[in-house]
């Protein structure tokens, strides 16, 4: 099986070593990555905005990288619901939306593995939900599964549905509003080594928070995490 | 009501930093709302339930004008007396001649978002006339001269020590009052403006066409007594409050009902369908019963196909609860009578785009309040269309749209976007934190640790 990876733009610089534990994850699975050297940013900004006209340049930019991918797999939460919902909204027919799959999901639904390995036995992380993984992809029990399956114990969370308050340009535009939503969900943690996510917005938000406060919590992204799940036990 | 919703961010953020009890009691009181909510939905098919009130509600805005004159019809069959009101002044006129033509001089009122939508109020007490609210919570925020924060509950952003001290300073109930003495306060002063007022003003939670009854939900009894005590009660119903037939209440009550509190249905229903003594057997209630129909805007966002399902809303917050943006200020931060989630669609369809902006902005489009609409209301998708519609208007800054416009040029050339990477990622941080925009995320966040060097990079070096 072949896959096209998009690591999309935050991806790209803030999370490349993630991203680079999603290549070794796929790889050990068997599945050929392949890397299109002209992929940028899939618009999720500028739509949020409103901005059409500019989400609709990226739109059309990333589905033509991607046009001839069998699957195209992103370590993103939201820029996979960016391809799968938005797109269409965008372009005529996409073929990259229904291709298009968050990492855990293309792992759980498609390759249909729910065990990686052993390699977070004993491990106490807490999970939080992108939301629009959650509520456009419907990605609320692979990462997890994957996670226990694993050896993690994924502590329950009583906010972890709850927005991190991110939002993309409402993080830049309401700040005062985004760190108070950043507040309540690390206020809420329970006692955890790690919080893993699978949107990189989200954990640059809660990661940013958390160090000015000072406080000593560790944010991975999911990809890295399943990595270790597999290169621990395999 | 006035619109300030201009200020969001930092009416917002006063909310944050000046009143931090603010912001625990909306998150407590929201959060409660949230719990009974979903135990009163447990057993039933949620889904299906949305499905049905969303295709009624949506027939009954599509048929609009001849399910009003239906309503309208019955209504005055029974003895009511039905005005048509386009604007706020249209209603402050009708009430003008009401008051003016009965020598009223005091008026209790039921809760009403409509009134204060339109201002009523602070208009009669313009005309001499003395004016209170008689729900617990609407009389609470009366004495602190403030508007409400919710829809449902509108002084949940007040704590108990606040509401201790201002009916200390004005009823003189002792400092540590316990609720309950301070509600039997208020109770003994409110029963007696029930029997010497001479008006009642309510709302309508729904106007059934088929048999002109005007149905209110509550759970004081206030409602119940506004309207049949005085002898003259004034019913102001927004005109998307229409349901075609009988059998279509029974179930829009439960659902509110579940929706806002949690509660099976309010703890009163009253349904109105004339005035005391009519032919058609309401031997109890007011001698004269005015029903005023309020469009205020409605019609234009009626006839806006893109932005038009707003009107389904039946006022039942459950948007404003599960809004992790709304639970962080209550609804003072949107300037507006409608706060939160359906606020932020409905107010620039009533009241016009640049009159309240930010509001389609104040939200993550994180989707909660999408999942809890009763009536299947996409409002993040609604919050999408204002926004696109403040970028084509050049609404919004100047800096931002640039800003976009640059990603946008530089991520579809490829060598471009490499390339800007590389340098951006050659930028000190002492610099990248004053850049517009990054500038306001470093207020109270670390800028991101970018890793040395890009995926590009890594993948061209070759991922082991």
Known sequence: ?234 | MEVHSGDYRARARRIIEETPEVREAVTAATRTFVEHRLEAFADLDEDALSHWAERVKSHALTHLADYLEEAEARLVERGAHVHWAESASDVHRILERIVRDNGVKKVVKAKSMLSEEVGLNPFLESCGVEVLETDLGEYIIQLFGEPPSHIVGPSIHRSLDDIRAIFHERLGTPRDASPERLAAAARELLRNAFLTAEMGISGGNFLVAETGSIALIENEGNIRLSTSVPRIHVALVGIEKVLPKWDDLSIFLQVTAKSATGQPVGCFVSIIQGPGGSAAGEPDGPEELHVVLVDNGRSRLLADPEVWEALRCVRCGACLNICPVYRQTGGHAYGYVYSGPIGAILAPGLVGLEETLPLPFASTHCGACKDVCPVRIPIPDLLHVWRKRAVERGLTSGVERSVLGLWASVVTRPALFGLAEKVAGLIPDQVVRHLPMLREWSAGRELPRATGRTFRELWDEGIE
Request: charged fraction near 25%.
């Open chain 1, 1 to 234: 099986m072949r896959v096209s990876l998009f690591v999309t733009c935050l991806g790209d610089r803030f999370f490349a070593n993630a991203a680079a534990d999603a290549v070794r994850l796929l790889r050990s699975l068997d599945v050929e990555v392949d890397f299109p050297k002209d992929q940028t940013c899939c618009g999720q900004p500028a739509w949020n905005a409103g901005d059409v006209p500019e989400a609709l340049r990226m739109a059309t930019h990333t589905a033509e990288v991607f046009a001839d991918a069998d699957y195209v797999v992103l370590p993103s939460g939201s820029c996979t619901a960016m391809l799968r919902c938005t797109y269409p909204r965008l372009l005529e027919a996409p073929a990259v939306a229904e291709r298009s799959y968050e990492l855990a999901e293309f792992i759980v639904d498609v390759l249909e593995v729910t065990e990686l390995g052993r390699g977070l036995e004993g491990r106490r992380l807490a999970y939080h939900h992108g939301c629009h993984a959650l509520r456009e992809l419907g990605l609320e029990t692979q990462p997890v599964r994957l996670l226990e399956s694993a050896g993690a114990g994924v502590v329950p969370w009583e906010m972890d549905q709850e927005c991190c308050g991110f939002g993309g340009l409402f993080s830049v535009k309401n700040p005062e509003v985004s760190v108070a939503m950043a507040d309540r969900k690390l206020d809420t943690l329970p006692d955890v080594e790690t919080v893993v996510s699978a949107d990189g917005g989200c954990l640059l938000q809660l990661d940013g928070r958390a160090r000015h406060r000072g406080l000593p919590i560790r944010f991975k992204s999911l990809a890295s995490v399943l990595w270790e799940a597999r290169r621990g036990g395999a």
